[in-house]
């Protein structure tokens, strides 16, 4: 395979959204995110932080275009669905453009499959026409037959984007459960996005995905409507691709 160019870089960096939902998430790091997620070469299309910090992010952020996701059932997807609409719902008062929303996958795997749904719908409603994400957590199902229920069930549910993982568990993406995503949503009657993310760290890794949407969706499709990567060590490696001191090359993790 060919060294992923620098016009990959600036591609992958046009579709990054740009994360710290680390343990130890404070303020400083807010601000010094903000600050990544507007500066040169960007800007990133979106950054993706706690809840908490997203109304100082609005402030911080101004007039950047520059989107504020955040996070609500995460990240074990265990919360109650009273608990997580009201997460939704805080999120948006507090100025979040984007939901990221973590299925219930411990309990759709084991068969509670209208409860996930349910909560999927109660989100969508919650987010009163923000952007709504469903990471389905998919590094932790036993095969990729559960990968397609769960993608067809979100997007039954009002996902306009599925989400790979939440970056907090053991396996995070992978290509295989990224194509099984990729092939649900070409088969669907109405436009919904895909968002690997979860250990997705050098300019390779970022190619394959790329590379991927390519083949199945056409050379055109990934957008920042229908495409984003969610990586919280990404972008300084896309950075210094695009800056030409570095390769971005991959340490053997595809
Ligand atoms: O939503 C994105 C993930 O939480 C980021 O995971 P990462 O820290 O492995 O890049």
Redesign the pocket.
């Known amino acids: 395979m060919p060294e992923p160019s620098i016009a990959t870089a600036r591609r992958a960096l046009a579709l990054l959204?740009l994360?710290d939902?680390s343990d130890n998430a404070d303020e400083a790091g807010l601000a010094a995110l903000c600050a990544r997620a507007v500066g040169a070469p960007g800007p990133v299309p979106a950054i993706?932080i706690w809840p908490r910090f997203v109304a100082q992010a609005r402030t911080m952020l101004g007039r950047a275009p520059v989107r504020i996701a955040t996070v609500v059932n995460f990240p074990q997807g265990e919360s109650t669905g009273a608990d997580v609409l009201a997460e939704t719902q805080g999120a948006v008062a507090a100025g979040a453009d984007e939901i990221?929303l973590v299925l219930p996958w411990r309990a759709f795997l084991g068969g509670d499959v209208a409860g996930a749904e349910a909560m999927v719908r109660a989100v969508k409603d919650g987010c009163d026409g923000r952007t709504l994400k469903v990471i389905l957590e998919t590094g932790e199902y036993p095969d990729l037959d559960r990968v397609r229920a769960a993608s067809e069930l979100a997007i039954a549910a009002g996902a306009d984007f599925i989400?790979t993982?939440?970056?907090?568990t053991a396996h995070?993406a992978s290509l295989p459960a990224a194509r099984t995503m990729l092939e649900v949503i070409a088969g669907s009657d109405r436009p919904v996005g895909l968002k690997p993310?979860?250990?997705?760290?050098t300019l390779a890794d970022a190619a394959s995905y790329l590379d991927l949407a390519d083949e199945i969706m056409g050379p055109h499709w990934a957008r920042p409507d229908t495409f984003r990567f969610?990586?919280?060590?990404?972008h300084q490696v896309l950075v210094d691709a695009i800056a030409g001191e570095a390769s971005g090359e991959a340490s053997g993790s595809y």
């Open positions: 959204d994360t939902l993706c990221d989400k993982s939440t970056g907090k995070s993310s979860g250990g997705i760290r969610g990586a919280s060590g990404l």
